[in-house]
């Protein structure tokens, strides 16, 4: 009985917190200014850099409340981009992304623990070449109002995060290319139009 009730709590618990964040406002995430840079080591001689760029998603963000926000991204791994066509094709491959059976790596969050003032934990699933994983992001909120170019209200974020590549399946060469990859990502967002509109254009002179 007693495991009967607990179950019952988390399903509550689950369907509230889901209610929540469907209330809290609607934002397109922009492509044109939402990318994640990837570093690993080579072999000790550098670290290599690549880059994800055009990543398309929905967030749900109220800047009072971040306890309601959610996201979800997809991110193109053809658009990959490590400075050299060879490379790009070579981690593209079966190999390695698999992007040709698995063309997008996806995000969704489960959950966003506040942090402080104007950052939070995101915790989340990360889904590349077909297999899911936990993945937690520490995101601080770097600007929330107008944008002076088509003065759609944006908010734009940065945030960070590691995995182990073994995780997802990217086991070849842990003698050369190291294990650990370290995420750094920009991200804007834009309101949805129609809830922007409901707002009369108003915006927050706080975060403005």
């Known amino acids: ?8 709590c988390c399903l509550v618990l689950l369907c509230v917190g889901s209610a929540a ?5 609607a934002w397109r995430l922009d492509p044109a200014h939402t990318r994640v840079l990837f570093r690993v080591d080579h072999a000790g001689f550098s670290t290599a850099l690549g880059l994800l760029p055009a990543i398309e998603g929905q967030l749900r963000f109220d800047p009072d409340d971040w306890s309601t926000a959610s996201v979800e991204a997809s991110v193109p791994l053809a658009r990959l981009q490590l400075g050299d066509e060879a490379w790009n094709q ?4 079966r190999s390695w992304f698999d992007a040709g059976a698995h063309p997008l790596a996806r995000f969704r969050s489960t959950r966003v623990e506040p942090t402080g003032a104007g950052t939070a934990r995101v ?5 590349l070449r077909g297999v899911e994983k936990p993945l937690v992001l520490d995101v601080r909120l770097n600007k929330l109002g107008r944008n002076p170019v ?5 908010a734009g974020f940065s945030a960070s995060a590691t995995l182990d590549r073994r995780d997802f399946g990217l086991e070849r060469w842990t003698n050369l290319v190291g294990t650990t990859v370290a995420l750094d990502i920009q991200l804007e967002a834009v ?11 108003d915006a927050d002179p706080q975060h403005d």
Do not use: V
């Not at 495991?3 to 019952?8: F, V």
């Not at 964040?21 to 406002?25: G, L």
């Open 123 to 127: 915790h989340g699933l990360l889904q």
């Open 191 to 201: 309101r949805s139009t129609d809830e922007a509109n409901e707002e009369n254009g």
């Open 150 to 154: 088509g003065f759609r209200r944006t």
């Open 1 to 8: 009985m007693n495991r009967l009730r607990k179950a019952l």
């Open 21 to 25: 964040a469907a209330d809290a406002p």
């Open 90 to 93: 070579t981690m593209l491959s």
